[in-house]
């Protein structure tokens, strides 16, 4: 029987306290108790946890609102079934799914017994080779179809498609620890057959465009091991740090979806599509409040329209929250070139200056939707122009050779909706 409350800690003390009540009732619920030393550290009203979870002993939160946060943590579907099935735990407890899974979240909080500290310098023994990487891979897929128990995961990452998390060290790669950072995240390509196949080709090449834009720190490329094609992705919120065990500093993060409160177990929610929440105005204000500008919310946002990547929702938007207190939009991650197949959606996942429809959003959209967040126009106009300028210079200057599972009709499908786009800023 697993513990109905479990202890977190965030950059090296304990933050708070997580109480499970109701459980195996329909709609469990969660209560949060902040430490008192860590308020006295970060302060009363101190986001460092969340946008949404403010420091305040004096008022908790609703546990409906502490619910909806560690459930932007925990993957979706299936795989958040069986991977509690697999700890022998009620999908719902979301309590009972950290006790299993809390040592290696996204962003950098750690959940342990009450009690207890984190275990550092806790390092996995399991090194793995192309073989031993494809049975973990084939065991995603299985997860997310349904089939469940095959191997045991021990890093909870949110969405849908079939990942693992591994640590890549000394050359070789390594199977994670409980308590151990991973380093990477390995996606399952889409079937040979399927007319998605190449996504994750069109996401490693976007991401090398974003790198060159400055806009991510990711790095990405296609492997296969064995039989199992997958992109590779090193995690932005792990960082080297040689006076850290294990050599590695966690960077703590949430997606726009826990900031804003918007529960995700309906899969739709990530997407604004007409609705007043998420929206990127909500996002960019959730920037202002914390201290933050939100210019590379609008450059993100120029990048995902100019790639055609529908995929832009709240849960691929994410915000940095630094030891020090600080808020950054951080790097660009999940992000793909989708139009130039000709059943892809021309819906894009968040409205811009009101409109959805991607073949009739135009940079002046763009930057009216920056001036409604308050962004002087000029300030606007230039950071959506030299967003869009800087990605036509590395669209002629990547190394197409390098992704060659991208299709001709993929890199002239951006070429020319960047022009388009850029030739409608003033």
């Known amino acids: 029987m697993l513990t109905p409350e479990l202890d977190a800690w965030l950059y090296g003390s304990r933050v708070a306290r997580f109480t499970a009540r109701d459980v195996g009732r329909a709609a469990p619920r969660v209560e949060l108790t902040w430490d008192p030393d860590a308020v006295v550290r970060w302060g009363y009203g101190a986001r460092v946890l969340s946008h949404l979870l403010p420091m305040d002993p004096d008022d908790p939160p609703p546990p409906a609102r502490v619910t909806a946060w560690l459930d932007g943590l925990m993957p979706e579907g299936r795989v958040r079934d069986h991977m509690a099935m697999d700890a022998g735990v009620d999908p719902e ?38 073989a031993g990487i494809a049975t ?100 932005y919120d792990r960082v080297p740090d040689d006076g850290v065990p294990g050599g590695l500093r966690r960077i703590h993060q949430e997606d726009s979806a826990q900031a804003l409160g918007i529960n995700t177990r309906d899969p739709e929610r990530k997407f604004q599509h007409g609705r007043a929440l998420p929206s990127l105005a909500r996002i960019a204000q959730v920037l202002r409040d914390d201290g933050a500008r939100p210019d590379r919310l609008l450059a993100l946002t120029a990048l995902n329209l100019a790639l055609g990547n529908t995929d832009a929702h709240a849960k691929n938007i994410s915000l940095l929250r630094r030891e020090d207190g600080t808020v950054a939009l951080a790097p660009a991650y999940d992000v793909s070139m989708h139009l130039h197949h000709s059943h892809a959606s021309r819906v894009f996942a968040m409205d811009v200056a009101g409109e959805r429809d991607m073949d009739s959003i135009t940079g002046e959209h763009l930057v009216a939707e920056g001036v409604s967040w308050g962004l002087p126009r000029r300030r606007a106009e230039r950071v959506v122009a030299r967003t869009l300028d800087d990605l036509r210079t590395a669209l002629d200057e990547i190394d197409r050779g390098r992704h060659p599972g991208v299709p001709a009709e993929a890199w002239r499908t951006v070429v020319d909706h960047t022009d388009v786009l850029r030739t409608s800023v003033g």
């Open 93 to 130: 407890d979301v309590v009972g799914f950290f006790s299993a899974y809390g040592g290696d979240t996204v962003g950098a909080l750690e959940f342990v017994p009450v009690g207890a500290a984190p275990r550092s310098g806790t390092v996995s023994d399991q090194p793995l080779d192309g």
């Open 136 to 235: 973990l891979l084939r065991a995603s897929v299985a997860r997310a179809g349904g089939q469940g128990r095959t191997q045991r995961l021990t890093s909870s990452l949110p969405g849908m498609e079939p990942k693992i998390g591994l640590v890549h060290a000394d050359g070789g790669w390594w199977r994670a620890s409980p308590e151990q950072p991973t380093t990477h995240i390995l996606k399952v390509a889409r079937a040979a057959g399927s007319p998605t196949a190449d996504l994750v080709d069109t996401e490693a090449a976007s991401l090398d465009l974003a790198r060159r834009i400055g806009l991510t720190t990711v790095d990405a490329r296609v492997e296969t091991f064995g039989d199992m094609r997958c992109i590779v992705v090193s995690r």
